[in-house]
């Protein structure tokens, strides 16, 4: 029997022959659930004055809408993937798809402040669980050889999801109101669900997850040292990136549309950087993942002194934007390497890390910004990315890859 075959007889949910149109429909239609989960998240960004306004609450406040979720998915991620158990994860996503649409239509038709918060909350917890056992189904669907391109396909979904969220808000918003855009959002959830239940094949595990697989990655040393080296660099990306906005304006002297012309920019360019990783991950993902890296640090620590060239500003965010693309990707797929008998474990650590570090990454930034100034945030954030490249660099091990891939 070939590997491929043997694969796919031991594990249900992969194909006879898992190159099949059928298997690139599959990745297809999670990745679709990953722009709809990513459109909703960012969706409060351009909506907060909106609401701000209409529910009678501080901008503030508001922001609630998007720090509820990011909390609630750090502690989801785990909690859902142990709570599930041997479930079909066809069903478990089914599921998750339900929350979205539920959490989408409360929010549309929340009378009051309190009852939208309820919804984003539901939202969190789909998030959460969406992303510790969805974003890592590419190698449940295709040959091993393509899982790079399955994962960067269904990273893809989650660059045109931060692609559409805050602009489509803020113009949905402001042409027809705010609960037109979670509405918006409903009918976007529908079809993906749509999608999910015609698409996706069988997902049957042969165990469940345990509390204790949830650690398993931390018992390797690849594991340990890919979850520092993932906590610092996106320390750094969002103690950086969430200010990035008044450092165009201020210091490099760009006007608002300008400015969301280049951020439109970075998204794009991400999406090419999505492909990238993927491709380079399947080759060697540890070279990969330290590029990212290097490529993250290296313009962010160079803002401070080129701030005041708009061209420089401009190449600086085209490499940036470049980089953090292919970023998950390769920190996904490294971490899926690191632990390959406890991937779904992996991924809830995974999960909850990213969410841990976008939050305690932007608060870090605040404080260096409201202390030291913008220009210091910036040298700051590539600080905290060159600490994950010597972390990666000195103390990780030589991967357990298959034969045809190198470390």
Known sequence: MSTQAQSAAENPALPADNSTANAWLAVLSVALSASVFCTTEFLPVGLLRYISGSLDVTEGTAGYMVAAPGLLAAIAAPVVTVAV?????????????????????????APNFPILIV??????????????????????????????????????GVSIGMLIGGPAGALIGDTLGW??????????????????????????????VRVSDLYGIIRTRNGRVGLIAMFLVLCGQFASYTYITPF????????????????????????????????????????????????????VLALPALGTSQAAVILVLAVWGLAYGAMPVA????????A????????????????????????????VVDRLGLPSVMIA????????????????????????HTA
């Open 85 to 109: 158990g041997d479930h079909d994860r066809r069903l478990v996503l089914w599921a998750l798809g339900a929350l979205l649409i539920a959490s989408n239509l409360i929010a549309m038709i």
């Open 119 to 156: 919804g984003r909350i539901l939202f969190g917890i789909g998030l959460g669980g969406f992303w510790a056992i969805g974003a890592g189904l590419g190698g449940r669907f295709v040959a091993e050889k393509s899982i790079g391109q399955a994962t960067a396909i269904i990273f893809a």
């Open 179 to 208: 609960r037109a855009a979670f509405g918006a959002s409903l009918a976007l959830s529908v079809l993906s669900l749509i999608a999910q239940l015609i698409l996706l094949p069988p997902l049957r595990v042969q165990q469940s």
């Open 248 to 299: 165009l304006a201020q210091i490099s002297g760009f006007g608002g549309k300008t400015i969301s012309s280049l951020l439109l920019g970075y998204t794009l360019i991400g999406l090419l950087g999505n492909f990238l990783g993927g491709a380079g991950a399947g080759r060697n993902v540890k070279r990969t993942f330290a590029a990212t890296i290097v490529l993250l640090a290296a313009p």
């Open 331 to 338: 920190l996904q797929i490294w971490m899926a390497k690191s």
């Open 340 to 367: 390959p008998d406890v991937q779904e474990g992996g991924m809830a650590l995974f999960v909850a890390n990213f969410q841990i570090s976008i939050a305690l990454g932007s608060l870090a930034g605040g404080i």
């Open 381 to 404: 954030g590539g600080l905290a990315a060159a600490a994950a490249f010597a972390v990666l660099a000195f103390f990780s091990g030589t991967m357990r890859l298959p034969a045809k």
